[in-house]
């Protein structure tokens, strides 16, 4: 039998404490250079001035250590869990939200959650954080945390299409999304869609989607299909970096999917702003 492994919670509390801070100060490398790439190729003045201005706002916040964007997000953490990994010293979810806390505290990140959906009341931790937790196997545990911005999230839209609507229907649905969000996302984006399941597995295959580095294409061709011929589309659509018009709508379209019922065809988006926050460790 495999030897189980022990991890601490609290090691797990400061590695998300860590990671709230790093997410928010550092635009990873691959939206980095998809950012610059996008310079070289944009059309528009406006546009590849704008753009300058997106990598000069990300090298300022990793250098001062200042959080690269006011709303630094409803924090998402994904939690893989390896199956000979014995957590000790204390209750999981206890813990990641004791890692929030204190990565928003002492990082100075604004703190956006409200205890009650309509009645208010900050918590002034910016916890509760959204936790997804899969058991995997190994003797690991592999932390992602994303913070997730209120002004893209607004943006995001879920469909249960009919059967009859197929293919076709999803790319409408995932166009016109992108269309409806115009400037209000702060475009550049990147759009993550999701595609059969139940109504919140598919909602859960669009976050997940924006996770994946740009670059990566999904290994199913048919799926990577997609997923390019949804970039033209919506590059198309001349919105623009900002919303000022240019052929950088979208930084990147990524594309999961998932077996459906016979009676439904679920497509999700989760849409992202340019400011792609997420940052792992495994420990």
């Not at 928003?104 to 936790?131: C, M, Q």
């Not at 290994?219 to 900002?242: S, T």
Request: charged residues 25%.
């Amino acid at each position: 039998m495999p030897n189980v492994r022990e991890v601490h919670v609290d090691e797990v509390a400061g590695a998300v404490a860590r990671l709230c801070r790093q997410a928010n100060y550092h635009l990873p490398e691959d939206v980095t250079r998809a950012v610059e790439a996008a310079a070289e190729r944009e059309t528009s003045p406006v546009g590849r001035e704008i753009l300058g201005q997106i990598a000069e706002n990300a090298g300022i916040a990793a250098e001062e250590q200042v959080p690269l964007c006011q709303d630094t997000g409803f924090t998402v953490v994904y939690l893989e869990v390896g199956q000979d990994v014995h957590l000790v010293g204390g209750d999981l979810t206890e813990a990641v939200n004791r890692g929030v806390a204190e990565g928003y505290v002492g990082g100075f990140l604004r703190k956006s959650i409200l205890a009650h959906p309509w009645e208010g009341g900050n918590t002034g931790d910016n916890t509760p954080a959204v936790i997804h937790t899969e058991i995997v196997p190994g003797d690991r545990l592999h932390i992602r945390v994303l913070p997730k911005g209120g002004g893209s999230e607004n943006k995001s839209r879920l469909a249960m299409l009919r059967p009859a609507d197929g293919l076709e229907g999803a790319k409408r649905f995932v166009v016109e999304t992108v269309a409806m969000a115009g400037p209000d996302a702060c475009p550049p984006l990147i759009v993550g869609v999701g595609i059969g399941g139940t109504f919140d597995k598919v909602a859960d295959l669009a976050k997940r989607a924006i996770l994946r580095p740009i670059g990566r294409h999904h290994p199913r061709p048919e799926v990577a299909a997609l997923e390019r011929e949804l970039y033209d589309e919506i590059e198309r659509l001349g919105i623009g970096p900002q919303g000022l018009g240019g052929r950088t709508t979208a930084l990147w379209v990524a594309v999961e999917i998932f077996p459906r019922h016979i009676a439904s065809f679920p497509v999700a988006v989760n849409i992202q702003c340019h400011s792609a926050r997420q940052a792992e460790v495994v420990l």
